[in-house]
């Protein structure tokens, strides 16, 4: 396999489609914070969000799946889980698991362009990857979606328009460092059991090393590298790896000076598995890593960003790490 640029991760080229520009944040560049900076503001906010976050609309979803896997396929279908192929490596949800999960795309005379994923994180704001926003300007935002093509899933079904759009600021392309964006909604969502918000990790959440952790990656990307989405949301579970693993692995290409000048560090998160096969691929870009915490709440942990290929073991996905104090930082300044 050739090691060039056309082997990263990147969304679908875009359809040309002439979209009003929509106003951005007033946010200059700074210089970023370390992570041990106590003006980092990173303590739980006063909201009315923060208790109803992190609660699947599933009981057991994950356990339930596991014991189908092991049942031969004729019995799968008595459980309500379909042949689809699997984000990679990965099989179908079930119907409104993860209430947090959001679409992002335009709107055209002839439906909806989706291109990327996107986490709620309150009642009026969706975190997603920058890069979603190098080649388009994104006008809507999807919410309790299951399967984007079946008309079964209408009724928990709600889209929002985009008001403004956030880049980190210390987010510049094609450098991968900071790869964040907040999306404010035109209106608040009103929260709901297949409609809620993910918990983000406050406070001493943000001392957990999660290295060697199982982890939870959802979203509606391609099943294989240059691949076709799922129209369906899947998921996957994958490992965190120390950073040192991507480091040393994206190290031997020869665009890492492009895209990561300063080497991989704690502002990124190395996921993956061992053996390979598991992974996001186009399409899953600005979708949640999760993990699950106290209380059975999943917290975001990581926001799909670039990779080598798809599955490939030799190459772990690449995520914008939310633990990193100084982004959790920014994510509190601007939607909380």
Same mark, same amino acid.
């Given at each position: ?6 082997? !990263?991760?990147? %969304? ?19 210089? +970023? ?6 003006? /980092? ?15 699947? =609309? ?16 004729? *019995? ?14 990965? *099989? +179908? ?20 362009? #989706? ?6 994180? %309150?009642? $009026? ?23 984007? +093509? ?9 889209? !929002? ?9 210390? &987010? ?8 964040? =964006? ?17 918990? /983000?990790?406050?406070?001493? +959440? ?13 979203? #509606?990307?391609?099943?294989? !590298? =240059? ?19 991507? $480091?040393?692995? &994206? ?56 990779? &080598?290929?798809?599955? %490939? ?5 690449? &995520?914008? %790490?939310?633990?990193? =104090? ?11």
């Amino acid at each position: 396999m050739s090691r060039n640029q056309r082997h !990263f991760r990147k %969304n679908h080229l875009p359809t040309v489609v002439f979209q009003r520009e929509l106003p951005r944040s007033c946010v200059a560049p700074v210089e +970023e914070a370390a992570s041990g900076d106590s003006t /980092l503001d990173i303590s739980t906010p006063s909201s009315s969000s923060i208790t109803t976050c992190g609660r699947s =609309a599933v009981k057991f979803i994950s356990s339930r799946f596991e014991r189908a896997r092991e049942l031969p396929k004729r *019995f799968a279908a008595l459980l309500d889980i379909t042949a689809r192929p699997p984000v990679v490596g990965g *099989f +179908e949800s079930q119907r409104n698991a993860w209430p947090w999960m959001a679409l992002i795309g335009i709107k055209k005379e002839d439906g909806f362009d #989706w291109f990327c994923g996107g986490v709620l994180i %309150n009642d $009026q704001w969706v975190l997603t990857a920058a890069h979603c926003l190098d080649t388009r300007v994104p006008t809507t935002v999807r919410l309790g979606e299951h399967n984007y +093509e079946s008309e079964n899933d209408d009724a928990n079904v709600e889209d !929002f328009e985009i008001s403004q759009l956030v880049r980190h600021p210390n &987010y510049s392309f094609p450098v991968a460092y900071h790869d964040l =964006a907040l999306l404010q909604l035109s209106t608040k969502v009103i929260l709901k059991r297949y409609i809620s918000p993910v918990c /983000l990790p406050w406070g001493a +959440e943000i001392l957990r090393n999660l290295t060697g952790r199982t982890v939870k990656l959802t979203g #509606w990307g391609d099943t294989q !590298f =240059a691949g076709r989405p799922s129209p369906a949301l899947q998921e996957v579970d994958v490992t965190m790896f120390p950073i040192s693993t991507c $480091q040393n692995a &994206y190290s031997t290409l020869r665009q890492s000076r492009v895209h990561w000048p300063r080497g991989i560090g704690q502002e990124t998160v190395c996921a993956g598995h061992e053996q390979g096969g598991r992974d996001a691929c186009q399409g899953d870009s600005g979708g949640p890593l999760t993990y699950q915490g106290d209380e059975e709440k999943y917290f975001l942990s990581g926001i799909v960003s670039t990779g &080598y290929g798809c599955g %490939n073991k030799d190459f772990p996905g690449i &995520y914008a %790490n939310v633990l990193h =104090a100084p982004h959790l930082a920014w994510i509190k300044k601007v939607a909380f």
